[in-house]
C-alpha cells in the first residue's frame, strides 16, 4: 500500500472525529438562526416579507461564496486575509476582459476566476514554499490586490452598461429568486463533495490536525497547501464577479471588510480557527446568521456603529464556544 493511501486512510478517522464534534456546533448555529428569524419577524412586520428575505439570501450570496473558500483554509488551521480584496481584483479584471477589451461574457467569467485563483496561487506559495506565517502572507496580498484593483481601472469604477446580460448573471431570476442565491448553494454542494468525498478534502483535515504527521507519512504538504490557497482563491474570483453583476460595475475601492465577514462566518458555524474540524454546512449557516443579524438590526434602526459591535462580541463568543470545546477534549 502506498503512503499517500495510507495517510489517506489514516485521515479518515480524523475527519469523522471531526464531523462528529463539530455536529454540536453546527446544531446551536442553527437552532440560533432560527430564534434570530423568530425574534426579528417578532419586532418588525417588515422582516419577514418575501422582498426582504430575498434581499437576505442575495446579501448572502456574496459572503457565503468567500466563507466556502476560506472554510477549506481555516480547516488546515491557516488564514487568507486577502479574500475580500482579491473579490475586488477579480471583478476589476473581469470588466478589463469584457468592458476594455471588448471579449465576450465567458472570457470576462473566466478572467475573473483565473485571477482569483492566481492570486490564492501565490498566497499558497508564500505560505508553503517560503514559510511565511499566513497571517503576513495573505496580509501583504490583500495590499497587493487592494493596490492593483486601483491601478488597473485607473481608481474609476468600470461599468458594464454596454454588456447585455452581464447583470443576470447574479440579477437574473427564477420564480423571484436571484441567480446569485442558486449559484450559492450549489457551490455550496460542491464545496462539500470536494470536503467529504475527495483527497484534496481529506488531506485538508490531515493537515489541520497533524501537519508534521502528514509529512512523515510522505505527502508532499507543501503542493497540497498551495492547491487549497488556489482553491479559496477560485471562490473569490466568483464572488468577485457574483458582486460585480449585482452592482452592474467593478467597484475598485470596494472589498475592505469582507475577509472578516467571511472568516466570521466560518468561525461562527463551527470551523476551528485552531485546524483540523470544520464543514460546508456549518458555513453556510454561519454566513445566513450574519446577513439575518445584518438586515434585523438595520430594519430595527440600530445605528451601523452599534451593528459592527454586536457582531463583533457575537465572533468573539464564537471563538471562545471554540476554545472551551478544544480544552474539554
Do not use: H
Not at 480524523?14 to 464531523?19: D, I, K, P
Not at 450570496?61 to 480584496?85: N, P, R
Not at 452598461?161 to 431570476?173: E, R, V
Request: glycine share 12%; net charge positive; with cysteine.
Amino acid at each position: 500500500m502506498s503512503a499517500v493511501t495510507e495517510t489517506a486512510q489514516a485521515a479518515k478517522p480524523a475527519r469523522t472525529v471531526s464531523l462528529r464534534g463539530g455536529a454540536t456546533q453546527k446544531l446551536l448555529a442553527f437552532a440560533s438562526l432560527i430564534l434570530l428569524v423568530l425574534f426579528f419577524s417578532l419586532a418588525s412586520e417588515n422582516f419577514f416579507r418575501f422582498d426582504n428575505l430575498i434581499g437576505i439570501m442575495l446579501s448572502t450570496a456574496v459572503i457565503g461564496v468567500l466563507a466556502l473558500g476560506s472554510t477549506f483554509v481555516i480547516i488546515t488551521g491557516g488564514i487568507d486575509l486577502s479574500v475580500g480584496t482579491v473579490m475586488t481584483f477579480s471583478a476589476v479584471m473581469t470588466g478589463v476582459v469584457i468592458s476594455f477589451w471588448g471579449l465576450p461574457i465567458p472570457f470576462g467569467i473566466a478572467g475573473g476566476i483565473l485571477t482569483g485563483m492566481l492570486c490564492g496561487f501565490i498566497s499558497g506559495w508564500f505560505v508553503a514554499r517560503m514559510q511565511i506565517p499566513p497571517f503576513i502572507a495573505t496580509l501583504g496580498m490583500m495590499m497587493v490586490t487592494k493596490g492593483l484593483a486601483l491601478v488597473v481601472s485607473g481608481t474609476r469604477p468600470i461599468y458594464f452598461n454596454d454588456t447585455p446580460g452581464f447583470s443576470k448573471l447574479a440579477m437574473g431570476t427564477i420564480l423571484g429568486i436571484p441567480y446569485a442565491v442558486f449559484v450559492f448553494f450549489g457551490l455550496a454542494i460542491l464545496a462539500g463533495i470536494v470536503l467529504n468525498k475527495t483527497i484534496i478534502g481529506r488531506y485538508n483535515f490531515a493537515l489541520g490536525s497533524n501537519e508534521e504527521a502528514t509529512r512523515l507519512s510522505g505527502v508532499n504538504v507543501r503542493n497540497w497547501k498551495i492547491a487549497i490557497y488556489a482553491m479559496t482563491g477560485i471562490f473569490s474570483g466568483i464572488a468577485g464577479i457574483l458582486m460585480a453583476s449585482r452592482l452592474n460595475s467593478a467597484q475598485p475601492a470596494l472589498g475592505a471588510g469582507y475577509e472578516l465577514e467571511a472568516i466570521a462566518a466560518v468561525v461562527i458555524g463551527g470551523t476551528s480557527l485552531s485546524g483540523g474540524r470544520g464543514s460546508i454546512l456549518g458555513t453556510v449557516i454561519g454566513a445566513l446568521i450574519m446577513s439575518v443579524m445584518t438586515n434585523g438590526l438595520r430594519i430595527l434602526s440600530v445605528p451601523q456603529e452599534w451593528q459592527i459591535v454586536l457582531v463583533g462580541l457575537v465572533v468573539v463568543l464564537a471563538v471562545y464556544a471554540d476554545i472551551l470545546r478544544r480544552r474539554k477534549k
